[in-house]
């Protein structure tokens, strides 16, 4: 074995080891206590350990990044998977100077994204943003028919309410605004009240409106998150081969190979069995032939 394959090795046994992996989610977490620490009017003394922290954990990140190249053995396959660009990505942004300079305020906004370094880091925050991403263009139908009742009821009330409270029904705008705070059960018995004393009936426009949006779309929206994530858990425990989906395939492939095994040994016994036949058929001819 050459000092670099061995080199690489090491690498690999150090990103995999779990003390490692929980330090890392250690120093990720510190860096996050200091960004919010730093917000808040601190002494110039502690703003400098601040700052050091700062440039330790960034060098830090970069060793780590660096480990887990190495430990790759191949930059492309690295690049291949995306929450290692991602990370990467991150820590290159945390590498811009954060001095007094026109780059110092980019530099400051993009050090708080490297919080987000946990949910590459933890398997479970994986899941979870893998399902969330793919359950975006599902849920983009449903709000896309969410926006339509919106814009038909948003309409209406504006056309019947306008003249009871300009600052809440003035235009179709202003009107979906107040449709979203009735949505969100922010206060809008407040509104409906206001329209029934002129509207005794105008109970039936909220009642429906809360019936459609509150207990139907979202409620819809629920179940297509939930359906991603189980089928993003599904999916995680055939690639680590854990799970009950983990289970069925570990069993169907020793059930394969069992089966090429006995195929084996089937072929076996028949060409011992032919060759036995073989065999006797030759002593029975040459018994027979005269002395």
Not at 49 to 71: G, K, P, S, Y
Not at 92 to 108: D, H, K, N, T, Y
């Amino acid at each position: 074995m050459s000092s670099l394959e061995a080199l690489q090795r090491r690498f690999a046994a150090l990103k995999d080891n779990k003390l490692f992996e929980t330090f890392v989610v250690v120093v990720i977490v510190v860096s996050a206590l200091v960004i919010g620490a730093s917000t808040y009017d601190v002494k110039p003394r502690v703003l400098a350990v601040f700052n050091v922290l700062d440039v330790a954990v960034t060098l830090f990140f970069l060793a780590e990044i660096t480990v887990r190249m190495l430990a790759e053995g191949n930059l492309r396959r690295f690049f291949s998977q995306g929450w290692n660009v991602f990370d990467f990505i991150i820590v290159v942004a945390s590498l811009i100077p954060v001095e007094e300079s026109q780059m110092a305020l980019l530099g400051r906004l993009l050090r708080i994204f490297r919080v987000l370094r946990l949910v590459s880091i933890i398997p479970e925050l994986r899941v979870l943003l893998n399902a969330f991403v793919s359950a975006v263009p599902r849920m983009g139908y449903v709000s896309l028919l969410m926006f339509i009742i919106f814009y038909i009821y948003a309409a209406v009330g504006s056309i019947l309410f306008h003249g009871i409270n300009e600052t809440l029904w003035g235009n179709i705008s202003i009107a979906m605004l107040t449709l979203f705070r009735v949505a969100t059960f922010e206060d809008w018995t407040d509104v409906m009240y206001e329209t029934m004393a002129v509207y005794p009936l105008s109970w039936a426009y909220y009642l429906s409106f809360i019936f459609v949006i509150a207990f139907i779309f979202l409620n819809m929206m629920i179940g297509i998150v939930l359906e991603t994530l189980q089928k993003e858990h599904e999916r995680m425990d055939r690639l680590n081969g854990t799970g009950e989906a983990g289970e069925v395939h570990w069993i169907r492939e020793h059930t394969e190979a069992m089966e090429g095994r006995l195929a084996r040994i089937e072929q076996l016994l028949r060409a011992q069995q032919r060759g036995g036949d073989g065999a006797a058929t030759t002593r029975g001819s040459s018994d027979a032939e005269p002395g």
